[in-house]
Every structure is written in C-alpha cells, then in structure tokens.
C-alpha cells in the first residue's frame, strides 16, 4: 500500500511544533514555580507577623480569642504595617503566579492538539494504526501521559509539578525523534493483525499513567525529605512549592490503582496474541518476562503501601516499577535479542 508522504510530513511537523509548545510551556511553568516560591515566603512572614501579634495580645494580660483576629484587621497601620505588606504582597504575586499557571496549562492542552494530530496523522500516512514501531509508541505514551495528567492535575495545587512533568516528557520526544525515527512504512508481517491497536493501546495507557505514578512517588520521596516548612538547603528550596508528601502519595496511589489493571490486561491481550501469532499464550520471551516482573512491582506497591508495617518503604517500590518499565521500553526493545525485538525497526 502506497505511503501518502505529505501526510507523513505534516505530522513531523506537528510533532516538531508540539515540542516547541512544551518546552515553551515548560519555560513559562519554571517562571510560575519560582514565583510560587515568593508567594509562600511572602504567606509564611504574614502569618509569622500574625503570630507575633497574638503573642503580643498574649503578653499585654488579655486572653487570645478568635474576635481577635477581627480586632488586629481593624487596628492602625502603624501596628500592623508589615503585616499588611507581606498578606498583600502574597495576594499580588499569587495572582501574578496563576495567570503564569493558566497559561502552561493552555500550552500544555494545545500541545496535546498538535500531539494527537501528529498521532492521527501518521495513522492515515501509513493507512494503519500508528503503533508499528517505537517511535510511534514513544509518540503514543509521551501523548498518554500529558493527557492523563491534564486531566488528574486541574487543582491549581497541582500546577507545580509540571516542570517535573514536562522535563521527561521532552527529553522522551526529543530521543524519539532523533535515535529511534522512522520513515512512515508499513508494519512488518508479525505485526498485522487486528490486535495491534487494541494489544499497544491499552499497554501505552497504562505505561503514560505508571510514569505519572512514579513521579509523584518520586516527589513525595522528595518532600518526606524536605517537609513543609522545614525546608532547608538547596533542595529545600527546590521542594518549596510542591505540596505535601501525604497529598503527593495519594495521587501516586491513586494511579497505581489504575495502572496495576490495565497493564494487566495488557499483558492478558498480549498473550491471547502471541498464541494466535505464535501458537503459544507466554513463552517467557525477554519482553514478557521483565513486563510480568513490571506487573508485579506495581502489585507489590499496592500491597506495601495498604500495609502500615510497609507503607514506608511503598514508594521506593512504585520508582522500582516504573524504572523497570522504562527499561523495557528501550533497553529490552534495542538490545536485546527476543521476539519482540522488532518493536524498535520498521
């Protein structure tokens, strides 16, 4: 079947232009993380001057009461002068910050547009489903994983984790584009059967929600290191504007819940596959071997993290599964030799 190239090109194109957006995005979301920082310094030096006041009303022989707070709203500038400054400057810059914040979110859904187009575009290109080689699966998971976190991020508390987002992302799109292209072509025989779309969908799903998982797991690490309001150090610094360890191990958590299935299910279609292909449900080729091990890493995670005596050690295990499955992806797929070993050639 004849290969329709402009349509091949248009979708270089859009995945050319999709880049530049995300990194724009991720230029603006770097901007909104550092003045998410003033904002919280400005906030923790008005409630330390609230404090201070309390403390004064303390002192001066009156009991604290709630009114209290009412009285020091009313009281003169001369005695409240500071902490005037630092609650307004705190409202001015976090108003600055989230029109900063809007707008990597903007880029990011537009971003999304032109991924999706490339996607489609390469599918009709090649008159098939686009997931005949790893290119088109990087393409796939990199558009999976900024969708599912667009959609699980729409907090405004959450809009300072797309710097971590958005740095793999790129450096995904940009070795997939450079080391692992390929003309648009057709699939080579093994892969021309109608459980392609379906085998690689739902795998590319669960991978684009794992990587989401393990780097909350990561961050939550991060901020169990750096907890709020004790940050000390560079990282510290760095930690400042993410929100808490326990917010961050519930979104880890929770995609875990959902990817644990659906990479289940597709190793489930995957075998139903091979033995339609291959005569065989599991032969534990290389490429099912370490996604079986990746299965139940993410099993493993779910487990320790229900378990109080383990909960501790859970997160390390959801990094554990989500490198695995990186390292499945490209060094399984590139090196070494197994009957899927044509998933990263034409």
């Keep these: 079947m004849l290969i329709d190239q402009n349509l091949s090109n248009f979708s270089d194109i859009a995945v050319q232009t999709a880049f530049v957006i995300y ?3 991720l230029f603006i979301s770097l901007v909104y993380y550092g003045r998410m920082q003033g904002v919280i310094d400005a906030r923790r030096a008005a409630a ?43 409202r001015v810059r976090e108003e600055k910050a989230d029109k900063l914040g809007g707008m990597t979110q903007m880029l990011i859904w537009l971003g999304i547009v032109l991924h999706v187009t490339a996607i489609v575009l390469r599918g009709l290109a090649t008159h098939r489903f686009p997931f005949g ?26 809009r300072t984790l797309w710097p971590w987002m958005l740095t793999p992302i ?3 799109m940009f070795y997939g584009s450079t080391k692992l292209y390929a003309e648009s072509a057709p699939v ?59 917010k961050l191990d519930q979104l880890a958590y929770r995609l875990g819940i959902v990817t644990l299935p659906t990479l289940g299910l597709g190793i489930v279609l995957g075998a139903i596959w ?6 065989r449900f599991w032969g534990w080729d290389p490429k099912e071997t370490v996604s079986f091990a990746t ?21 390390w295990i959801n990094i554990a599964a989500m490198s695995l499955m990186v390292f499945n992806l490209f060094f399984i797929n590139m090196v070494v030799s197994g009957l899927h070993s044509y998933a990263g050639l034409n």
């Design 295 to 315: 299965w139940i890493l993410y099993a493993a995670y779910l487990h320790a993290r229900a378990t109080p005596s383990w909960r501790k050690f859970s997160p």
């Design 188 to 246: 080579v025989p093994a892969l021309q059967s109608h459980w392609l779309p379906i085998h690689v969908t739902v795998v590319s799903l669960g991978a684009s929600i794992g990587i989401i998982s393990g780097i909350a797991s990561l961050l939550s690490m991060l901020r169990v290191w750096q907890p709020k309001g004790k940050e000390h150090g560079f990282f510290g610094t760095v930690a400042k504007p993410l929100p808490s360890a326990k």
């Design 48 to 90: 330390a001057k609230k404090a201070e006041s309390k403390q004064a009303v303390l002192a001066g022989g009156s009991a604290y009461a709630p009114e209290d707070d009412a009285a020091l709203a009313d009281a003169t500038p001369a005695d409240t002068s500071d902490s005037v400054f630092h609650t307004d400057e705190a």
């Design 133 to 158: 080689n790893l290119y088109e699966y990087v393409l796939m998971v990199t558009a999976g994983v900024l969708i599912v976190a667009n959609i699980a991020m729409q907090r405004k508390e959450w």
């Design 170 to 172: 790129l450096a995904l």
């Design 23 to 25: 990194a724009i995005a």
């Design 274 to 279: 091979a033995e339609s292909a291959w005569g």
